[in-house]
């Protein structure tokens, strides 16, 4: 596993999902609450909250908005994985590995930056720019 990841890692959406599997994780197929976090015509903005000390608390500090466009969601944690951000609702928003440089997001910063910003949500550019930096 650590051959695979010597540069910087970062899953979007369905990406954070399959890091959680790589890992020996799970996921919910449907989330209860899906109305929530599905895409309804448009992306769906809510509030979160980014674990203290966490890359993303850095970034955007401990209560943030982000968007979601999903129904699936991540379960029991992949080896190493920890959740470092949540919807309010309990939904697992973002996750980091303990030593491997692999990260991933539910939301999709590259919805949320550039010509897609949006006044009422995270600037996604600054997640993305974040990651650059780490190459």
């Known amino acids: 596993d650590v051959v695979l990841f010597r540069s910087p890692v970062l899953g979007i959406c369905k990406g954070m999902q399959l890091i959680n599997i790589w890992f020996g994780g799970d996921i919910y197929q449907h989330l209860?609450?899906?109305?929530?976090?599905?895409?309804q015509g448009a992306d769906q903005i809510h509030e979160t909250r980014a674990q203290k000390g966490s890359f993303l608390e850095k970034i955007?500090?401990?209560?943030?908005?982000?968007?979601?466009?999903?129904?699936?969601?991540?379960?029991?944690?992949?080896?190493?994985?920890?959740?470092?951000q949540f919807a309010d609702d309990g939904v697992v928003e973002a996750l980091t590995h303990e030593y491997l440089p692999?990260?991933?997001?539910?939301?999709?910063?590259?919805?949320?930056?550039?010509?897609?910003?949006?006044?009422?949500?995270?600037?996604?550019?600054?997640?993305?720019?974040?990651?650059?930096?780490?190459?």
């Open 32 to 39: 209860a609450d899906s109305h929530a976090h599905e895409y």
């Open 60 to 84: 955007y500090g401990h209560r943030f908005c982000v968007n979601s466009a999903h129904h699936q969601g991540v379960d029991r944690p992949g080896r190493g994985i920890r959740y470092v």
């Open 102 to 135: 692999v990260a991933g997001v539910q939301w999709h910063p590259e919805r949320l930056c550039f010509d897609f910003h949006r006044m009422d949500a995270a600037d996604g550019a600054e997640l993305l720019t974040y990651f650059v930096k780490q190459l």
